[in-house]
C-alpha cells in the first residue's frame, strides 16, 4: 500500500534527504520519496503500524504531519535535520 502524508517545515533537499534516510530504516517502509514543492512525504508500507511509526519519526525529525502540533521546537528540529541531510548529501 502506498501512503502519502503532507507534513509541515519542509524546506529543500536537504530536508528530503534526512527524511528518505531515516523512514528507510523503519520495518515495513521502503520507496520512500519526497516532495519539496507539495510537502509531501510518499513510502509503500505493509502494516497499518508502519504509518503510525513514519509518522512519530517525521514529528520527532522536526516534521509533523499537517494538521498536528508544529511548536518552536519542531520547527527547530527541523533546521536540525535539514542542516545534517545536506551534509550526509554532499
Known sequence: MT??????????????????????????????????????????????????AATKLLSKLGYPVNGNANSIGKKAKSFVSCAVGRMAKS
Open 3 to 52: 501512503t502519502t502524508l503532507e507534513i509541515q517545515n519542509l524546506k529543500c533537499g536537504g530536508c528530503a534527504h534526512t527524511i528518505i534516510t531515516k523512514l528507510n530504516d523503519l520495518e515495513g517502509i521502503k520507496n520512500v520519496s519526497v516532495d519539496t514543492e507539495t510537502n509531501t512525504v510518499s513510502f509503500e508500507n505493509e502494516l497499518d503500524k508502519s504509518v503510525e
